[in-house]
């Protein structure tokens, strides 16, 4: 798979040997395969990230998500796939990238407040959001995982997050918490997240996935924002997360971890790294024997 971002040609599969950010015995790379889990999740990060009024006026007034929702979501999944699979030399050119573009963000919100986006404070929350989007988008919609998985997950994120600049990265889904804690005084509702809320519901953002689930998707992204938070955002009744979105949700995600596309990020890192295209698709016993007899392949310590 090559695409070009920013004037880099990113391909997925070489150069041969080449290792990722992340290890492929990561949680990242067994989350980060799975579309609906990087649907919901990243909506529920930008949620979390638009409860803040700094980020809310920095994305919505200097991007281009509301006019073109479909190009802004593709890049952004894009760079998500590459900070995870792709070869660790082209991803940090890539985010380095993003990085310098997002230096010149800055000005000031409606209530008269400064902002500037590579303000550490906003960065650590930006990285942060998006680590617990995916992770609990996986664990709720697609397979459950283990504490100690979701804590592994939170703390291998730290090397993704500190390249798009972040200092300060939750070790735990429990430092997580106490970062949203001490930000949650700040959070209010604001016309914008209803905003966005109905881009996700219209479809526009993702035109490729069945209409009945754009709703669901919407609702789903909110149900995994804290009861209290969802509260204090004024995402009431309107937004909860039926029975048949969940059984819907949940057949989705289970099904899409199963299909096998050669083409994709995934698959084709694991070529360049010398193991199997489903590598991520085969039991975990497989996997780490895979693994074993691959001294190639960096994995998890």
Known sequence: MQDNYLGTI????????EPALLAPDSVQ?????????????????????FAEPRIRSGVWDHSTYKADPISRSRRTGLVAMLACYG????????????NRMHGSVKGETPAGEKYRAMDPVLLDWVAA???????????????SLSDADKDRFMRDGDVIGREFGACHT??????????????????????IIFEF??????????????RFLHRAIARASVSLLPVHVRRKLD???AYDLTRIDRLMLRTAGRLA????????????????????????????????????GNERVPVHI
């Open 257 to 292: 971890d199963r299909r096998i596309d050669r083409n994709s990020p995934p698959c084709r890192a694991s070529a360049r790294l010398g193991l199997p295209e489903d590598f991520l698709f085969r039991p975990p016993a497989a996997q780490s024997r895979l693994l074993a």
């Open 129 to 143: 959001t998006a680590a617990y989007g995916f992770l609990m988008a996986y664990d709720r919609f697609v397979h």
């Open 87 to 98: 070869p660790a030399s082209t991803a940090k050119e890539v985010i380095g990238k993003v």
């Open 170 to 191: 939750p070790a735990s889904v429990e430092d997580f918490m106490a970062m949203m804690a001490k930000l949650e005084p700040r959070f209010e509702p604001h016309p």
């Open 29 to 49: 790379w067994r989350v980060y395969k799975n579309p609906i889990a990087l649907g919901i999740g990243g909506i529920a990060a930008v949620l979390l990230e």
């Open 10 to 17: 990113i391909d997925f599969a070489s150069p041969a040997g």
């Open 197 to 210: 809320l109905d881009i996700i519901q219209s479809g526009r953002a993702a035109p490729g996935v069945p």
């Open 235 to 237: 995402l009431g009744a």
